[in-house]
């Protein structure tokens, strides 16, 4: 799902055949990485590499960019059963610590086995990184998802995608250009060689688990167990535009879970007396600062507008801990609490958001070809706006895509189920990003080569992320035995 916020809150031929790669070299695939530390706060054991790939698969002796690799070895070396390979989130978020914050949550078992080996995919952080040198009012987050105006009109987002298309394709360089899903696929095969692995697991989680669905279907032969965590759909005719229409009905779904808990008794940050005032609620206080925004220093935009509060709802839905943000923001906007302290982005975190935002915009535009009409777009925002007000039509507006000069290089991959059965999707019932009805879609495509865990939980990411015993004991099972269920499970709350 295309999702720039993560990094910015601290921060995909149809119908492919298996595609044949260039190896390489036998000095080069035998040599291995060097293993150095790691540079941050990060756990002692995570040690750090580099691995070079083509910048252009079809020139595979031309010009070389970078990824940076990192690993925990396995913790029982007599255990080992080789490589969890976890590919991050976004399109654009950083994998390089994952190991350092996995190895606090994972259990020993998986810990004893695997070497918890992340990367920095093309372009993002260390490997080589983009940037499009946008503007710092255009790294607001209501810009860069497109929110409508009060009154339903996009022509301000219009001029936000054309603006941002237009300066990415400026200053983003040939290494923005070359990113894409594909080859995501190709790079994480590459590091698979690097690593001399002849068979490859993986953990994936949000826009990873499209990545490594695509690296499924791309390279079959090459995959061992796959978890794909909070799942995308992967329509090939929309890929990550189905993604961000996805928002609507994954909002709906999760928002009665926030409700509840924002109308709990002793919660020192309720906002009303029963589950069932808060949404009327939450649509009045929005509509309100729509007409009237609240002046904010040091926030971007520097006012709490209804906008603001529509995308601090949006990014609360993620995990039950950010509920309190949305809930002591409608309180502020209610007038019952001042407003947050705002400041502007320190500047490392600025550069991280730069970063996120051109990967984003390089993976979504690239992957597939969108809808170039500014009327259609309109139209199917004052049909979301009626449909689903809590998130007014935003999840099928206009975005930097519609105005990308370059086509895509290639169609995007179409995720079937040719390959061994070997994959096991962990789902959350009411997951705001990449909703339930998504992932069905996803299962759909894989068929028998997968099985799905469902987990009676709100919120995105399932595995050792969310305390259900059930559906972590699900997918430990798998990692460390390699059986999968004999068929889709469901696991209840708690």
Aim: proline share 11%.
């Amino acid at each position: 799902m295309p999702n720039f916020n993560r990094t910015a809150a601290a921060a995909t031929a149809a119908a492919l055949a298996l595609t044949v790669l260039t190896a390489l070299p036998a000095a080069a695939a035998s040599k291995g990485p060097t293993w150095t530390a790691c540079q941050g706060k990060t756990d002692p054991r995570q040690q750090c590499a580099t691995v070079t790939v083509p910048l252009d698969y079809d020139d595979p002796d031309g010009e070389q960019i970078t990824l940076v690799i990192s690993r925990i070895p396995a913790a029982n070396p007599g255990l080992r059963h080789g490589v969890l390979l976890t590919i991050p989130g976004g399109p654009g978020g950083t994998g390089l610590d994952i190991p350092t914050s996995a190895a606090k949550r994972l259990p020993q078992s998986v810990l004893d086995r695997y070497d918890l080996v992340g990367f920095d995919p093309r372009g993002v952080g260390r490997s080589t990184p983009v940037s499009c040198g946008l503007d710092t009012a255009d790294l607001a987050m209501v810009k860069l998802r497109p929110w409508p105006a009060a009154d339903g009109s996009i022509d301000g987002n219009v001029a936000t995608a054309r603006r941002l298309a237009e300066t990415c394709a400026r200053n983003g360089g040939p290494v923005l250009r070359s990113i894409s899903t594909p080859n995501e696929a190709r790079d994480i095969d590459r590091i698979r060689q690097a690593l001399g692995e002849r068979r490859l697991s993986a953990w994936g989680t949000s826009y990873g688990t499209y990545a490594g669905a695509v690296y499924a279907t791309m390279f079959p032969r090459q995959t061992d167990r796959i978890v794909l965590d909070s799942n995308d759909d992967p329509d090939p005719s929309k890929v990550e535009r189905g993604w961000l229409a996805n928002y609507g009905p994954g909002a709906e779904d999760r928002f009665p879970d926030f409700a509840r808990w924002a109308a709990a008794p002793g919660n020192p940050d309720r906002v009303a007396d029963t589950p069932e005032e808060v949404r009327p609620l939450f649509l009045d206080l929005a509509a309100r600062l729509d007409r009237a925004p609240l002046p904010w220093p040091g926030a971007n935009p520097a006012e709490l507008n209804g906008n603001v509060l529509r995308e601090t709802m949006l990014e609360s839905l993620y995990a039950d801990a950010k509920f309190p943000d949305l809930a002591r923001l409608m309180l502020a906007g209610l007038g019952r609490r001042p407003l947050p302290a705002a400041a502007p982005l320190p500047e490392p975190v600025a550069q991280a958001v730069q970063n996120t935002v051109a990967v984003s915009v390089g993976t979504l535009c690239n992957d597939v070809t969108w809808p170039a009409d500014p009327a259609a777009y309109a139209k199917d925002v004052a049909a979301e706006r009626a449909a689903r007000p809590l998130t007014a039509g935003m999840p099928v507006n206009v975005m930097p895509c519609a105005f990308w000069p370059f086509a895509p290089a290639e169609p995007p991959v179409r995720v079937t189920d040719r390959g061994p059965a070997n994959i096991l999707l962990a789902q959350n019932l009411r997951d705001p990003a990449t909703p339930y009805r998504g992932a069905l879609k996803l299962r759909e495509a894989l068929s028998d080569r997968a099985r799905m865990v469902t987990v009676d939980s709100g919120g995105h990411d399932v595995y050792v992320a969310n305390g259900n015993p059930c559906g972590d004991a699900v997918v430990t099972d798998f990692l460390v035995t390699g059986r999968r269920p004999a068929d889709d499970t469901y696991c209840p709350a708690g």
